[in-house]
């Protein structure tokens, strides 16, 4: 069975655009509009001829318990399937409340964690992603989901950690 990477972080930040580029296909919804309801989360991928198992979350509906709570919880189910984490944050928005939840649950999970800061688009947006250094993370990725800047060398330290 191959390992499982699971990738959370709250909604908009660029998730399923990142595993659209590993997976090299357009199959997980890509929405401007946070909060899309799909079936759909797991894909598999393969990298440097290492094959694993690609968990994206983020469809549901807002309701009544906040989305705090609800983005938390549902990367928290991802979570206790998965070998490993990305946590994907907009490096052009910097770290929100939401961040903060899922942060909070990430460090109680004790599984290895990497920090991927999305939307760096160009150079810089380099100064961005290094203000994440402060989550204890590790080193942030500063990635570009929807150019590829910077995905090769995320892929290469996902196969390090699974
Ligand atoms: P998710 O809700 O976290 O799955 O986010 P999506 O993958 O649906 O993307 C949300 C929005 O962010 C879409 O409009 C994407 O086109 C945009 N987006 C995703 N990745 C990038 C990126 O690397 N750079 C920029 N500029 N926009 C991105
Ligand atoms: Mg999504």
Known sequence: IPPVLAIVGRPNVGKSTLVNRIIGRREAVVEDVPG???????YQAEWNGTEFTLVDTGGWEHDAKGIHARVAEQAERAVEVADAV????DATVGITATDEAVVKMLRRSGKPVILVANKVDDMALEAEAAQLWGLGFDYPYPVSAIHGRGTGDFLDRVIEVL
Request: charged fraction near 25%; glycine fraction near 0%.
């Open 36 to 42: 899309v309801t799909r079936d759909r989360v797991s």
């Open 86 to 89: 990305a946590f994907v944050v």
